[in-house]
């Protein structure tokens, strides 16, 4: 496969990179910054430099063009104020689904956020709610287009090393994932049809990954 990872040096894309390279897959992460393609590198990934705050479908759909699965894993990130919330978690997450559609590439993953649907009752102008209505309405952006699409909800990330067990599910309840099992289902998911049209969340458990996946 040729996969395209949007947030290529992101932390969680970082470990999807090295798990797909390690399984003979060509992997482009896109990222903004020229500087990050020796952590790239080093995961067995190429680079495709775009910045998708500025860049045009055009240019995305040309990095797209060819590949077999398209990932959006990319977040305005810790620090970022109210107005890159939007433009990268809903904005470029949009942009890349429409580029997707434009290349030809249906099969699209979609890392979302756990509690995107119980923003009610929460302050309006807090970053953290910015945040999930972003990540919402780029949910509610990719379930619109002619895709086979996967949404993923992650609960609270950790740094904790791999478990390589989960709960995977369309309601799992709040809980904790490692980054390292979040980036492992994320590559099962890459091919596996009856995850198409679903929105999954996903937490520790105790199943192994690939009874997770195959139980879908």
Same mark, same amino acid.
């Given at each position: 496969?040729?996969?395209?990872?949007?947030?290529?040096?992101?932390?969680?894309?970082?470990?999807?990179?090295?798990?797909?390279?390690?399984?003979?897959?060509?992997?482009?992460?896109?990222?903004?910054?020229?500087?990050? *393609?020796?952590?790239? %590198? /080093?995961?067995?990934?190429?680079? /495709?430099?775009?910045?998708?705050?500025?860049?045009?479908?055009?240019?995305?759909?040309?990095?797209?063009?060819? /590949?077999?699965?398209?990932?959006?894993?990319?977040?305005?990130?810790?620090?970022?104020?109210?107005?890159?919330?939007?433009?990268?978690?809903?904005?470029?997450?949009?942009?890349?689904?429409?580029?997707? *559609?434009?290349?030809?590439?249906?099969?699209?993953?979609?890392?979302?956020?756990?509690?995107?649907?119980?923003?009610?009752?929460?302050?309006?102008?807090? %970053?953290?709610?910015?945040?999930?209505?972003?990540?919402? /309405?780029?949910?509610?952006?990719?379930?619109?287009?002619?895709?086979?699409?996967?949404?993923?909800?992650?609960?609270?990330? %950790?740094?904790?090393?791999?478990?390589?067990?989960?709960?995977?599910?369309?309601? %799992?309840?709040?809980?904790?994932?490692?980054?390292?099992?979040?980036?492992?289902?994320?590559?099962?998911?890459?091919?596996?049809?009856?995850?198409?049209?679903?929105?999954? *969340?996903?937490?520790?458990?105790?199943?192994?990954?690939?009874?997770?996946?195959?139980?879908?």
């Amino acid at each position: 496969m040729r996969v395209v990872i949007a947030g290529g040096h992101g932390q969680i894309a970082l470990r999807l990179t090295r798990i797909l390279a390690d399984g003979g897959h060509q992997v482009v992460g896109l990222v903004r910054n020229p500087a990050h *393609e020796a952590d790239v %590198t /080093a995961a067995g990934g190429q680079i /495709a430099v775009l910045d998708l705050e500025q860049a045009g479908v055009d240019e995305v759909a040309e990095v797209l063009s060819g /590949a077999d699965v398209a990932i959006f894993a990319a977040g305005a990130g810790p620090g970022s104020g109210n107005a890159r919330k939007d433009t990268v978690d809903r904005g470029a997450a949009a942009l890349f689904a429409e580029a997707s *559609e434009r290349a030809g590439v249906r099969r699209h993953l979609q890392v979302s956020s756990m509690g995107v649907d119980k923003i009610d009752g929460l302050d309006p102008e807090a %970053t953290f709610t910015v945040y999930l209505k972003a990540k919402l /309405a780029a949910e509610d952006d990719l379930r619109s287009r002619d895709l086979d699409w996967t949404v993923l909800r992650p609960g609270r990330l %950790t740094d904790e090393p791999a478990t390589g067990r989960v709960l995977l599910a369309d309601h %799992t309840g709040n809980g904790a994932v490692s980054r390292d099992d979040v980036a492992a289902v994320l590559a099962g998911l890459c091919d596996t049809p009856a995850a198409i049209g679903r929105t999954l *969340e996903l937490i520790a458990g105790d199943t192994p990954v690939a009874d997770a996946l195959n139980h879908l």
